[in-house]
């Protein structure tokens, strides 16, 4: 198991490298750096900038001094935010931890009862119901289901403000377009994983032994339907942080996703690539955690 | 260690299960056609992906109108179905704010939805079916290089990293193609990963190589008929995850330009006029969810298909 652990955090240091590397060379790579602060100067004052930021300089050597701030919590200034973009980043990270977190439980709220009960009962109304909306949250786009909502919620019957981050209100309809295409998701896999057990020999023995139903469905078969949800989930939560900057930048939330979305107008790479990694490592963080979930809760997969 | 991290094949764990073997059930003709009638989503999906596909093709000779042609005392007509004096056959659906023909537009856009579709499913296929088909039969070294590979670009967040690299480099189509292809590779490497791992070890595959079959050989003529099943069905829904990608760039300005028209792009453009006008949404809307899921059908009908055992035991 310790093993295990050290391995396995081991590549996840590895694959952090990596993304550094990656985030830095992409977005590096892709734009001219001293644009972004020149804006619409002439030659000669890009060159000056470029000297005098170290653009000039090789780009593996700007790297590496990149990598070193970054872990010692340095990641540069904004372009045009006149601040470090550490302190921008930790101010705007909250808001969107807090957006994910809601589109998170209302996925799983709705998503694993809905699976279990269809799983239980294939091919009753239930099932065709969690499966037919399974199927619209997987096609609709989220960007589409936020503006239906606004017309609706926000507009037309006026129950929901339609943008800002300051109540819980605000972040009712935002959470759901962000967590619909999981919860369609959630719904699926706890689905499918729910028929596997429910054919199972143990869930036999449960029921013969006389154990009530419901004991069954959520003591003995969700304990093992539930292992590769919470995977699913911890992967999707990275996606949702990246799919927050349509939803951020629908509803004006000031989050992340909707500082990305600024850093991305004006050219501001320093912030840019903080926000690509530090994106990265949660994500990296969080399907850890997951692969150390899964040993926990499923010994089977344990090595040895 | 050499395995990819658990969530990674969750994932894609649905497409993985799906029973790697060849293309062709052994039954006839007729047999599989009746298996067809038990897998409505699959017919629902074909009949709806054909008349988009059709409505794209003769985008060109049949549009009513031209889709960039601007004519401002014409703008914001409604569709025939509002009782409204402008509403008028000569633009069905209506023109958008610069008085283009709404119909004519929506035309096009599916040719550029599929267009980017199918063009980026392209290069993420080679890209992802490539990788994951040598970790699959070589294992080892190569399978450990390309679990790495796979993990560190699902810890890209893709929206971002595609939002950023378009904007940079400058959107146009060929660039939201090419971005999106080398993006959306991972599950092409993950679900034809683990077929090939199936595949490879069965009898025939030992049958080729005593009979000195090289690699190459063996590759080509062995493994790829066999994982075909899984990878068509990947490719079918990487169609649709790459839609609905370049639909959200465009939403936010930064896929394909103006004034081309796309599903995406036409939702963000009338967005100001959501409240007085809102057919303007929900018509390009409407379509790029109903293509979404027409794909989405046909390619899980395709699985279901494909798995008859693994369903039948599933649905039992």
């Known amino acids: 198991m310790l093993r295990y ?7 996840a240091v590895l694959v952090a ?61 904004s372009y045009t935010l006149r601040a470090p973009v550490a302190e921008v980043v930790a101010a705007r990270l909250p808001t969107t931890m807090l957006l994910a977190t809601f589109s998170l439980a209302f996925a799983l709220a709705l998503g694993i009862p809905l699976g279990v009960v269809a799983g239980a009962r294939p091919k009753t109304m239930v099932d065709r119901l969690a499966l037919a909306l399974a199927v619209i949250g997987q096609a609709c786009p989220a960007f589409l289901l936020a503006l239906t909502l606004v017309f609706w919620l926000g507009v037309r019957w006026q129950l929901l403000p339609i943008t800002g981050s300051g109540s819980w209100a605000n972040f009712v309809m935002p959470a759901i377009a962000l967590g619909f295409a999981l919860m ?68 004006q939330i000031d989050g992340l996703g909707y500082l990305a979305w600024e850093s991305i107008q004006r050219k501001d790479l320093p912030t840019m690539q903080a926000i690509v990694l530090i994106l990265s490592l949660v994500y990296v963080v969080l399907t850890f955690l997951a692969d150390m979930a899964n040993v926990i809760l499923n010994p089977r997969g344990r090595p040895a | ?88 056959w000569v633009h069905p659906l209506g023109t958008d704010q610069l008085g283009r023909d709404y119909l004519s537009r929506l035309m096009h856009g599916a040719r550029i939805s599929l267009l980017i579709g199918l063009s980026t499913m392209l290069i993420s296929g080679l890209v992802g079916a490539g990788l994951g088909i040598l970790a699959g039969f070589f294992g080892g070294r190569i ?56 595949v490879r070890s069965q009898e025939y595959i030992t049958a080729a190589r005593a009979i000195g079959c090289s690699n190459l050989r063996i590759l080509l003529s062995e493994v ?52 007085f006008d809102p057919w303007l949404i929900a018509l390009p809307g409407g379509a790029l969810f109903v293509l979404v899921l027409a794909i989405n059908l046909f390619g899980d009908g395709l699985r279901d298909l494909m798995a008859p055992q693994s369903r039948s035991v599933r649905d039992a």
Request: hydrophobic share 50%; charged share 15%.
């Open chain 2, 1 to 88: 260690m050499a395995d990819l991290p658990e969530n990674a094949v969750e994932g894609a764990r649905e497409l993985v299960t799906s029973v790697a073997g060849p293309l062709q059930p052994s039954s006839t003709g007729l047999e599989r056609g009746w298996r067809l009638l038990d897998h409505p989503g699959l017919i629902i999906g074909a009949l709806l992906l054909l008349s988009i596909f059709l409505l794209a093709a003769l985008a060109g000779f049949v549009s009513p109108h031209d889709p960039l042609d601007q004519d401002l005392s014409r703008r914001l007509i409604p569709p025939i179905w509002q009782a409204d004096d402008r509403a008028t």
């Open chain 2, 143 to 198: 399978d450990l290089a390309v679990s790495f590979l796979v993990t560190t670009r699902l810890s890209l967040p893709v929206v971002l990293v595609a939002l950023a690299v378009v904007s940079l480099v400058g959107s146009s189509l060929t660039v939201v193609i090419a971005v999106l292809g080398f993006l959306l590779w991972d599950r092409f490497a993950v679900v034809l990963r683990s077929a090939t791992q199936q």
């Open chain 1, 17 to 77: 490298l990596t993304v550094s590397f990656l985030t830095f060379a992409l977005i590096h790579g892709s734009g001219d750096p001293a644009m972004g602060l020149v804006g619409e100067g002439g030659a000669q004052e890009s060159e000056n900038v470029r000297r005098a930021y170290g653009f000039d300089r090789p780009f593996l050597e700007q790297y590496r001094d990149w990598l070193l701030g970054a872990i010692r919590g340095d990641l540069g200034r």
């Open chain 2, 224 to 275: 790829l008929p066999n994982v075909m099943g899984p990878l068509i069905v990947v490719a079918t829904l990487e169609v649709a995850h790459a839609i609905l990608l370049e639909s959200a760039l465009s939403f936010l300005g930064l896929g394909v330009q103006p004034p081309t028209p796309s599903w995406g792009l036409m939702v963000a453009e009338a967005r100001g006029l959501m409240f």
């Open chain 1, 184 to 251: 369609a998701g959630v719904t699926r896999l706890t689905r499918a994983c729910m028929l596997d057990v429910m054919a199972s020999d143990y869930i036999r023995t449960a029921r013969a032994k006389g154990l009530r139903p419901g004991s069954v469905l959520f003591k003995h078969a969700l304990r093992n339907a539930i292992v590769p949800v919470i995977s699913l989930t911890a992967v999707q939560f990275g996606f949702m942080l990246g799919g927050s900057v349509v939803i951020e930048t629908i509803f």
């Open chain 1, 5 to 11: 652990a050290l391995g396995r955090s081991g590549i």
